[in-house]
Structures are given as C-alpha cells and as structure tokens.
C-alpha cells in the first residue's frame, strides 16, 4: 500500500523570501526552505514599519531567547492611495505609470528599513535572517506566513486592553492568536514587557503526515511475518501427525502453546488489517479532497478569464477617468498660476508700502542731520574762505614765475620744478625702493610700461614706471601727472610723488588687487558677494560723477574697465589708470577731429560702439563701460556679447539664470534695478544712456545698505521653528512640516503637539497655499 503526501506548492505571488543578515542589501531575495526541526529552533519576530516598536521586539526576544537564530518576519502593505499634485487619489484610479513609479519607492523604502533591523542584529551580534511577504492586509500575511512555513515560536506586538492606544495593533494581535495554527507559540509584548503567551497544543500537520509511511510500513511488514508463522507451525503440526500419530504429552503441551501463538498472530495480524483499511480510508478520502481543489482551481480559472474581461472595461473606464482628470490637473494648474500672480502683485505692494515707509523715515532723519550740520556748515564756510585766500596767493607765486602760459591752454603740458603738494623723487630713490626694479617687485606689465611694488615714505606704494622709447609715453606721463596731483576724491587713486628723469610716478598701493582678479577667481581669491558688488558700483558711479562734473574742463578717463579698478583692504575701490583720460572743454565737445589725439589703447570690448564709429569722445563712452562693468559685476562673465545675452535674457523673464550665484542669493529688486541700469548704460547710441546724476548716486549707494526682511511667523514648523517646505494641516487645525508631524505620529503619539489634546484623526491635508507663499517669499528674500 502506497501512502499519498502532496506538498502544495506556493504562486509567484505568494511564494515567501528570505536572506541572511551577511548581506541585508542584496536584492532580489532567494527563497530558502527550513525542515522542521529547524523551524523548531528559530525565534520569529514580527516586525511593522516603527523602528521604536520593532527596537523593543528585537531587544526583548534577544533578552529572552539568548545563542538562539532570529527570524525577522515582515509583511509589506501597498498602499491604497497615490500621492498626486491634486493629493492622494485611490490606486485604482491613478495614472498606471504614477502607481508603478510609488509602488518602486515603497519597496525601495521596505528594503532600506529591512536593513536597518538587520544593523541593528548585528550590532547585538545575533545571527538573523528575514521572511517577507506582500499582503492587503497585515494580520492575514503574518498567518499566512506562519501556516506556510510552520512558524513554532513567534514574538509579536501587542496592546494592553486596558491602554487607550490606536486599537489597530490590537485587532492585529487578537487576529494573529485567533487564527494562527495551533502549533506555533505566540508571546505577545508591550514595550519590552510580556503580556501573555499563547501555548502550542499539537504538532504540525506535515510532521505527522511525514510519519504516516514508516507506521504503515511497519504494519504491513508485522502482518507478513506473522503470516509466515502461521504456515510454518500448521506445516510442522500435520507433518507430525502424519509420522505416525504416536505423540507424548510433551508434543500435546507444544502444539496449545503453538495454537495459543496462532491466535495471538491472527489478533495481531487482525488488528493490522483494521489499521490498513484506515489507511486506505484516509487516502481515498485524500483523493476526494484532491478532486474538490481540481474543481476549484477549474472555478477559479474561469473567473480569472471573467475577471479579464472585467479588467478591459476597468482600462476603459480608466482611460475616460485619466482624461478628465488630466483636464482637470490642467484647469487646477492655470487657477493655481493666477492664484500665485495675484500673490506676487499683493507682495510687491507690500514691498512697495514699505519702502515708502522705509523712505519717509530716512528723510526724517536727513532733514534732523541737516538740521544738525547747520551750524557746522558756518564755521566749515569760514574755513573754505581761509584756504580760498591762501589757494589765490599760492596761484599768484605761481604764475609769478612764469611757468603757466600759451603752452597750457594749447595742451602742451609741462613738468614744473616743483609739483603743489606732491614730493619729487630721485632714480636712486625708486632703485632703492624697488631693488633696482627688480623681477620679483613687478605686479603687471602694459603697453605703457611696467608697475612695481616697493618700500618708501614709511609705507608700501606702487611705482608706475613708462617706457622712454614709447612716443606717447611722455605726453602720457605729464597727462596723468596733472590729472592725478589735481584730484581729490575718496574712490580715485591718490598721487604720493613724481620722478620726471625716470618718467616714473608713485601712489598709493591697494593690497587686494584689481576688480578682474576677484571677478575670474585669480590668484584663490574668494567671490565678492552681491551686497560688495553693488557697493562696488556705487563706488564707480561716485567716481565718475565727480569726474564728469569737474569744472572748466570735464575729465573723461577713456579707458575704464575692471583692469584699472583696484581694491583695497576694506574692498573699497579705486580708479587707477589715467594716462588716458582727457580735459575736455564744453567747445571741444563734440568735435569730430577731436579722436586724432584721444583714441584710447586699452581693451577694445570695453570701448564705446559710438566712439569707434564717429571718434568723437564723450562722457557717455565712459558710461558704455560703467554698464558693461555692471553686468560683469551681475553675471561673472566675459564682456564678449554680455549685453545682447542680458537683453535677451531679461525679455525672456530669465534673467535670473544668467546671475552670479557665488555672489550670494540676490535680492531682487537689487537685481532688477542694476540690470536695468547696466543695460540703459550699454545702448548703442549715447543720447539713450543716462547722466550720472547726484540722485542715481544716492540711490545705487542705498542699494545695498538694505535690511533683510523679516521671517513671517506663520512660515515657521511649531515643532522644529524653521521655514517650512512641504507644510501639512493636522486634525488640530495647525500646519506643520510633514516630516516632524509624521515622525511625531510614527512613535505612537495621537495627542496634539501644541495643545496635547487628542487628536480626532491621524490624516494629513497638504497646505498648498502657504507652500506657495513661503516660496515667493523665498525668492524676493
């Protein structure tokens, strides 16, 4: 007799994984089956997606269950709903691609917390290994897990009936002690502590259908040895009485003890047919079985196809759904743009009113300084009025020898014996200063000459020093001799002395270098930020103003451009580089012969368009090159085609691409205002740039002494006081950032974290509205 035993075999679906705690990372899993007996020795835990409560399991059962291997058992929930920009939609009825997309990112954060339990076993040095599965519901996945791979011990979460918690975890374990098979031992624990056991009350069922061929065996092998008994005795028994039938009382004792051993088998033999027969029962009622589930599984098939067809009209519908819903998100996204224009035009009146306020407060305190300053102005006049008196009597001394007349006013102008207020150095004393205008000493070299570093008068200074075979080298030399001595102002270069046999002159040295240096990051020089760029600009506007307001003549410098804007400690500027400026007369102007001497030698890029096609120099070609300055300043580009890439990218509402983000978050209105400014400076025709007015003076000078705004209260998490970026609505009614609420919520707290009231609802509401403010505010700040 042939004993059935069919071991079901498990669907792809169902089928359970299982790896070792040497390698947590390496997925996909590969199942491994365990005998019973090992089954027998291995604890399981049942471990959810809280890593306190999964941290009190794991500490408990290694506590209780010391040298033993650790079975972490995990069943993975989809879940039935889809974040969406609309919110969360049911699974069913989003965007398959969407579905697929978040179902990755679930396993993805299911596998990263599997790694963490097994960090955490091996940080306790306990041998473990994982068992998951995919469930709708997680009490039928922890059964279906136990019944499947005869789970014998099982340690699990549980509530108190008298704790007032989520009744979730209690449904769960009530379900598990319920249904589990009655061979597996539960312990059910609370926070480390042990509530209560289930006790197993019989063995596996496969262990004893694996026993049932060895019984049945033995029977079948019991009944013929017994047979054979039989027949020999009754054999020797006739054989006897066929000798001759002369038997003695001893072979009378034999043969009932023979007898007595006959009827002893046949009860035996008896009794094993009985035990065949309900064998036999057992596998035809098997087999009985075995047709029912045929007949299911031939049911099932022929939903399956139902369901098919059913699913075709769900893909249908589905597709009419997505249409309209992607209508809707289309609708939603238009409604949510002009929400966000309305917005930005409420902000920017807002922003507006507070300037102006801003204004009105500072013209209270100018006006209170005038009013302060007037009664220094009077003694300041009185002092103006001394050095006027002494300023003409100096004048008279020096025309009185003779070394201002025609060649002046012609242009040619010459060296006099003594320079007013500036010292007269000797070849001997710039060669001591500078090692005999040593290598090591020189900072940069031109096509005017060379300037080096040097030590003289009690403190550093730079000596320019211009090449005697150069034919313009001395008419520039006198040129910026007169310019420099002449002017005072506290963002151009001073003058400290002159050396006329050498054709040198020495001012002042400025440690930091020049503007172009820090723009291109030479010599490891950290970025300017945006708030030194504007002062930066205000600096050169100063300048310039001073220069084109200067009286008989207006200075033009002719060649500006961040090469001759240096920078010194405190990253203050200063304009350098005058051997090619020009003294022009109002009647001088604007004549066309006027470029035959003034033709400017530096970088062409920075030069005025006009000037190259007319040769008429102005002081708008000076403003050509503030503008291209300001948006160097703005981008930190080359200048090569800077303003057509800055025009075109403020048409395009992009301009904020093309910014210098090294410099800083721009403000921006600081931004749009100096953009506007550097392109009105760099049009191709002079009449449409700007004058540099005392008032646009002032107001680049305050651009960048504004105060940050303020951080608006209601921007900030009550839990962590930082601005939110993904705010979320509790049922309390306040707004919190989603990962400090969710945290909150994960380890087990359902009472409010501003009023610890209870919570009504665990469910979060996205705050659309004060995302979008937190980020226009974001980008104005």
């Not at 004792?253 to 009860?267: A, F, K, P, Y």
């Not at 050095?387 to 001394?397: C, H, N, T």
């Not at 400017?600 to 368009?609: I, R, S």
Request: glycine share 4%.
């Amino acid at each position: 007799m042939k004993l059935l035993n069919p071991s079901p075999s498990l669907s792809q679906q169902q089928q359970q994984f299982t790896f070792q705690a040497s390698s947590p990372s390496q997925l996909p899993l590969q199942p491994m089956e365990e005998d019973d007996e090992q089954c027998s020795q291995i604890v399981h835990v049942a471990l959810g997606k809280s890593l306190v409560k999964a941290s009190n399991l794991l500490q408990w059962a290694f506590t209780h269950f010391r040298n033993t291997k650790i079975c972490i058992v995990h069943v993975y929930q989809p879940s039935s709903t889809i974040p969406t920009p609309l919110g969360k939609l049911p699974a069913s009825k989003a965007n398959p691609v969407m579905v697929s997309a978040f179902r990755r990112e679930e396993r993805e954060q299911t596998r990263n917390l599997l790694d963490k339990y097994l960090s955490y076993c091996r940080a306790a040095k306990v041998k473990a290994s994982i068992i998951m599965t995919e469930a709708d519901q997680v009490q039928k996945g922890i059964v279906d897990l136990v019944m499947r791979h005869h789970i014998r011990k099982l340690v699990i979460g549980a509530v108190p009936e008298n704790c007032m918690k989520v009744k979730r975890n209690y449904c769960k374990a009530n379900y598990t002690a319920n249904n589990a098979p009655p061979f597996c031992e539960i312990w059910f624990i609370y926070k480390r502590k042990h509530i209560w056991t289930r006790d197993a009350s019989e063995i596996p069922t496969s262990l004893s259908s694996c026993a049932q061929p060895d019984i049945e065996k033995e029977i079948i092998e019991t009944e013929a040895i017994s047979l054979s008994k039989s027949s020999s005795c009754r054999s020797c028994f006739s054989s006897q009485n066929s000798a001759g039938g002369s038997l003695d009382i001893d072979s009378e004792v034999m043969g009932e003890r023979i007898n007595s051993q006959l009827t002893e088998t046949q009860r035996e033999a008896d009794a094993a047919t009985n035990e065949a027969s309900a064998g036999l029962l057992k596998c035809k009622r098997l087999e009985i079985e075995a047709m029912e589930a045929i007949k299911k599984v031939n049911m099932f098939e022929s939903s399956h196809a139902r369901e098919l067809k059913l699913g075709k009209e769900v893909e249908d519908t589905l597709r009419a759904t997505v249409k309209e819903q992607q209508k809707i998100m289309y609708e939603s996204e238009q409604i949510a743009n002009e929400l966000q224009r309305t917005m930005r035009n409420i902000a920017l009146l807002d922003s507006r009113a507070q300037e102006a306020n801003r204004r009105r407060g500072e013209a209270a305190d100018e006006l209170s300084l005038i009013q302060a300053s007037i009664s220094i102005l009077w003694h300041e006049r009185q002092q103006i009025r001394r050095q006027k008196m002494e300023a003409l009597q100096w004048l008279e001394r020096w025309k009185s020898r003779g070394q201002v007349g025609e060649a002046y006013c012609n242009g040619v102008i010459g060296i006099p014996e003594e320079l007013p207020e500036l010292a007269e150095f000797s070849p001997s004393d710039l060669q001591n200063a500078t090692c005999n205008f040593s290598e090591s000493f020189k900072i940069c070299q031109g096509g005017y000459g060379c300037i080096y570093k040097g030590e003289m008068l009690g403190r550093t200074v730079a000596i320019k020093k211009f090449h005697p075979c150069n034919v313009q080298g001395p008419a520039e030399f006198h040129q910026e001799v007169q310019v420099l001595g002449s002017l005072q102002h506290p963002h151009l270069l001073t003058l400290l002395g002159v050396c006329p046999e050498a054709w040198s002159i020495v001012y002042e040295y400025l440690p930091n270098g020049t503007l172009h240096d820090y723009l291109f990051r030479k010599g490891n020089n950290s970025p300017l930020t945006w708030n030194i760029r504007t002062q930066v600009i205000a600096e050169i506007a100063s300048a310039l103003c001073f220069l084109h307001s200067s009286k008989p003549e207006t200075i033009i410098h002719g060649d500006l451009k961040p090469e001759a804007i240096l920078l010194d400690s405190s990253l203050s500027c200063k304009i350098c580089d005058f051997g090619f400026c020009r003294l022009v007369t109002e009647e001088s102007l604007y004549r066309p012969s006027f470029h035959l001497s003034t033709e400017p030698k530096g970088a062409l890029t920075y030069t005025d368009p006009e000037f190259q096609r007319t040769g008429i120099l102005t002081p708008k070609s000076d403003i050509f090159s503030f503008g291209l300055i300001i948006l160097q300043l703005l981008t930190g580009r080359t200048p090569v085609g800077l303003a057509s890439i800055a025009r075109n990218a403020v048409s395009c509402g992009k301009f904020s691409s093309i910014l210098d983000f090294s410099a800083g978050e721009w403000p921006s209105d600081v931004a749009t205002r100096l953009v506007e400014l550097g392109l009105q400076c760099c049009q191709n025709n002079s009449r449409d740039r700007p004058d540099l007015t005392p008032t646009l003076v002032r107001e680049l000078d305050q651009l960048h002494r504004s105060e940050e705004r303020p951080v608006p209260p209601f921007f900030l998490c009550p839990i962590l006081q930082e601005i939110m970026h993904d705010p979320q609505v509790a049922a309390d009614g306040f707004t919190y950032e989603g990962d400090a609420i969710r945290e909150w919520l994960e380890n087990g707290h359902d009472t409010s974290p501003m009023t610890n009231l209870k919570l009504t609802h665990l469910l979060l509401t996205p705050n659309h509205m004060l995302r979008l403010l937190i980020q226009d505010w974001l980008c104005k700040s």
